[in-house]
């Protein structure tokens, strides 16, 4: 049982991965604005931790780095406004190159980056970013390093962002973000205005790769939430129809499928890896799974061999019911896992508090669906 679960919840992974698929964004700006603290912020810094290899050359000034759910087009040794014809070559190239690839293989949004504090805004840039435009690619303006005290931006920043909202760029929103990537030890200054930019790259991406930037991104907890909700909204329509003849116990197990592919999707959602994942997806339903305790919790006990429930039948109704609890509660699960506050015991995951968490979710979801057959329980 634990043996197919493992390999049943993995296989559903690696589907789950693939149809997550990759938002790829490219980031320029000149060089020492912050667009790298930027991404790391956004994004994480998971390049070394996931021991991704490097970066693959585009060209010899654009490089690409794959973290799984999000690709980053990043420029190296480039001066906008002196190497922008060999750039822009590349680039052209690039986004040529790709636009008969799979959505996954294409350039989404570009972010071009300024430094607040800069002052100005040069012609070359507003040349670049037109070109961006030219290439078909939506553009998110950010101004970076802007100091912000009491509610107030910086106003050589503000005053910049007016210079350049003035310029009628091809730019979301007709201006740029102001933001303040990474905390500043000396002064205090915290960061913001990151879940905005990333708001707007969610508004910018194509639909089909918009649940693998809220995957990648690790700041939004509301974003991984909607579209987790979304994944069960799914599962839930599917079980439904699964069960719109109601079937048998016995047969029961066609659900299983579709319950491991939306808790599958609210993993790779929530960042987890597959090692953890499977972790919690065993420790989670194998509550559910010990015969005659809480027989509505959880469809996985009538994977054939898991238990010998007999009589009565799944319609509709109970098939929904059941997905939408069972993906509720194991939303709770990922997002602890996402903040950090998943139990622990002696350093490691306590699998039998998860176990009792996820219990406890389901059983408040669940308070009256009762098994008719649940009395033929063991
Ligand atoms: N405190 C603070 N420091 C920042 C911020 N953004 C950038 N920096 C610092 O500015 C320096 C340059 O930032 P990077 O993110 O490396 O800049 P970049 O645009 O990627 O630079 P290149 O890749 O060399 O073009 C680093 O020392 C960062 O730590 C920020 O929001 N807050
Ligand atoms: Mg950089």
New binding site residues.
């Given amino acids: 049982m634990t043996q197919w679960f493992a390999e049943s919840f993995s296989a559903e992974f690696d589907k789950q991965a693939q149809e997550l698929g990759r938002v790829n964004i490219a ?1 320029f ?13 956004i994004f994480g810094e998971r390049v070394a931790a996931t021991g991704i290899g490097a970066p693959v050359t585009m060209g010899s000034h654009l490089y690409f780095d794959d973290r799984g759910r999000l690709g980053i087009i ?3 040794g ?1 001066e906008i406004g002196r190497d922008d014809d060999e750039l822009i070559k590349e680039l052209a190239k690039a986004v040529k190159d790709r636009r008969n690839k799979p959505l996954s293989e294409q350039i989404h949004v570009a972010w071009y ?1 300024v430094r607040g504090m800069d002052r100005r805004f040069e012609d070359f840039e507003e040349r670049f970013v037109r070109t961006l435009d030219s290439l078909g690619l939506p553009v998110v303006m950010v101004l ?2 802007v100091p912000m005290r009491d509610g107030q931006f910086h106003p050589d920043a503000v005053e910049l962002a007016h210079q350049i909202e003035a310029r009628s760029l091809p730019i979301y929103g007709g201006r740029p973000f102001l ?7 000396f002064t205090g ?1 915290p ?1 913001y205005g990151l879940i905005e930019v990333l708001r707007g790259t969610f508004r910018l991406a194509p639909t089909g790769v918009q649940a693998a930037l809220a995957a990648a991104q690790e700041i939004d907890a509301e974003l991984k939430a909607s579209q987790s909700n979304k994944a069960i909204a799914a599962a839930v329509t599917a079980a439904a129809a699964a069960a719109a003849v109601p079937i048998p116990f016995s047969a029961a197990a066609v659900l299983v499928p579709i319950q491991l592919s939306m808790m599958a999707r609210i993993a790779h959602l929530y960042g987890i890896g597959l090692d953890k994942a499977g972790l919690l997806a065993v420790a989670s339903t194998s509550a559910a799974t010990s015969a005659g305790r809480a027989a509505a919790s959880s469809l996985l006990k009538f994977i054939p061999g898991a238990g010998s429930i007999v009589g009565g039948v799944i319609n509709a109704s109970v098939a929904s019911g059941l997905t939408l609890a069972m993906g509720q509660a194991w939303l709770v699960v990922c997002q602890r896992s996402f903040n950090g506050s998943l139990p622990m015991r002696g350093g490691k995951l306590d699998v039998d508090a998860v176990r009792r968490l996820f219990e406890a979710e389901l059983a408040s979801r669940l308070p009256k669906l009762r098994w008719h057959g649940e009395a033929a329980t063991s």
Avoid: P, W
Avoid at 29 to 41: D, E, I, P, Q
Avoid at 179 to 185: E, G, H, I, K, P
């Fill in positions: 980031v700006g000149k060089t020492g604005v912050g667009k790298s603290t930027l991404v790391n912020a990043d420029t190296r480039v980056c970076t390093q933001t303040y990537a990474m905390r500043d030890q200054q960061a």
